[in-house]
């Protein structure tokens, strides 16, 4: 079984910061990439940003240069430091993870944690 767990999100004011983290457990071969993306009600779950085991980042222009996301490979954890937020950036943020549970390339799969909330309101 594999998990995967949010933690960080909360309230902030207009132009300030927030630090998520996500950390995957159990039993894990290989991750191949972590990522955030989040969703609001009544709109499909979009990309916030996405990074490889070697480090390669990809971020929608809505947030690059506002977001930095981090990962620890041997911790298996990710991190989204989220600056300058906007009442936009208001949705609940969940992690990713493509990983495999064994050598089988067919246990490959991506898990989902079970989201936390981020509201930026004055």
């Known amino acids: 079984q594999v998990q995967v767990v949010e933690s960080g999100g909360g309230l902030v004011q207009p132009g300030g910061s927030l630090r998520l983290s996500c950390a995957a457990s159990?039993?894990?071969?290989?991750?191949?990439?972590m990522g955030w993306y989040r969703q609001v009600p009544g709109k499909e779950r979009e990309l916030v940003a996405t990074?490889?085991?070697?480090?390669?980042?990809n971020y929608p222009d809505s947030v690059k240069s506002r977001f930095t996301i981090s990962r620890d490979n041997a911790k298996n954890t990710v991190h989204l430091q989220m600056n300058s937020l906007k009442p936009e950036d208001t949705a609940v943020y969940y992690c990713?993870?493509?990983?495999?549970?064994?050598?089988?390339?067919?246990?490959?799969?991506?898990?989902w944690g079970q989201g936390t909330q981020v509201t930026v309101t004055s």
């Open positions: 990074i490889t085991s070697g480090g390669t980042t």
């Open positions: 990713n993870a493509d990983l495999q549970t064994s050598w089988r390339p067919t246990s490959r799969s991506d898990y």
């Open positions: 159990g039993t894990i071969f290989r991750i191949y990439s």
